[in-house]
């Protein structure tokens, strides 16, 4: 069984206090949450652990559902890491492991993982058709020999801190307010690949970035962005759409760096989206195009002088 290879690597040499999810994101409301696992931890002179599923549970459920990932899986782990989490269980979510009866799933993280203390949120539930809520947790719990501990959702102005809501906001192009529930910019990144090469012979070239095509990407438009290119740092604005002025259908991500000039195809650039300029539209001519992405610049320049690169 999969399940039990993925575990069967993983030999912590203590008990741990363990908490189980997806954590797409690793947003301002799991840090919450991991936040309490590593305290606990500390208290009962455990291990902190997580154990997180890849892909996303309901695309394997609901197979006609996509779920767009807010970061990808490298970077889901290299955050867990970098916030103190000692062990990490990247378990594959198949159709097998969703039909696992909630007691046998628990069995095995038990048998393999040595939870001391189970760490979850109030609508936490595990198992075939989510049949482990959290009382019957609390009954297997007693005969198996750990603990369930309920910390409460992370508020923020008023909204509950979710994926659910990251995505929206992202779909709205609401670039400020997925940053605020993420806890830090909203990124994306790729190689450099050949584009249409039209850029240029308009006084703004570009350059095409070829993104994981199962992330999140935030609503077509034109955003201020900082781009990151080995080690140096540009100011730069990004169009996300599919350049409607030329009759384009494939969506891009297209990033002009300001006062530079070289060759990036091949490099790998991550840009983050500081906010959202304007909505992506037709013009009528390419002077039109041309005297907006003049606007354009100038508009980023004037963000970023607030906010240097």
């Known amino acids: 069984m999969q399940v039990v290879e993925e575990l069967a690597r993983l030999t912590p040499n203590r008990e741990v206090v363990l908490t189980i999810g997806v954590f797409d994101g690793v947003h301002l409301g799991h840090q919450h949450l991991l936040n309490q696992v590593m305290d606990t931890a500390r208290e009962m002179k455990a291990l902190s652990g997580v154990v997180t599923f890849y892909p996303h ?15 990808t899986l490298d970077e889901r ?20 492991l969703a039909r696992m009866e909630a007691r046998q799933f628990v069995s095995l993280i038990q048998e393999h993982l040595r939870m001391k203390e189970l760490v979850v949120g ?13 009382d019957t947790l609390g009954v297997i719990g007693q005969e198996q020999g750990f603990g369930v501990r309920v910390v409460p959702p992370l508020g923020l102005e008023g909204l509950v801190v979710s994926s659910t809501a990251i995505r929206r906001a992202l779909a709205e192009g609401d670039v ?6 993420l806890g830090r910019r909203v990124s994306l990144y790729g190689p450099v690949i050949p584009g249409a090469r039209r850029g240029k012979g308009l006084g703004f070239p570009t350059a095409n970035l070829d993104i994981q095509t199962d992330l999140a990407v935030p609503a077509n ?15 730069s604005v990004t169009n996300i759409g599919v350049n409607p002025t030329f009759g384009g259908q494939r969506r891009t991500v297209e990033v002009h760096l300001l006062d530079f000039d070289g060759d990036v195809y091949g490099q790998t650039m991550r840009i983050e989206l500081l906010r959202r300029l304007r909505e992506e539209k037709r013009f009528t001519t390419v002077d039109d195009l041309v005297a907006q ?9 004037r963000i970023l002088e607030q906010s240097p690169v």
């Open 122 to 134: 109030p609508d936490f539930a595990l198992g075939r058709g989510r049949e482990g809520d959290l």
């Open 293 to 301: 992405m003049q606007r354009d610049v100038a508009e980023t320049r």
């Open 176 to 181: 400020v307010q997925a940053a605020r529930l």
């Open 221 to 235: 438009g034109v955003y201020v962005t900082r781009a990151y290119l080995g080690s140096s740092i540009h100011a």
């Open 57 to 71: 549970p309901r695309q394997v459920i609901y197979q006609e559902e996509r779920v767009p990932s807010l970061c």
């Open 77 to 96: 782990l290299d955050i867990l890491k970098s916030l103190g989490i000692e062990l990490i269980a990247t378990l594959s979510f198949t159709p097998k």
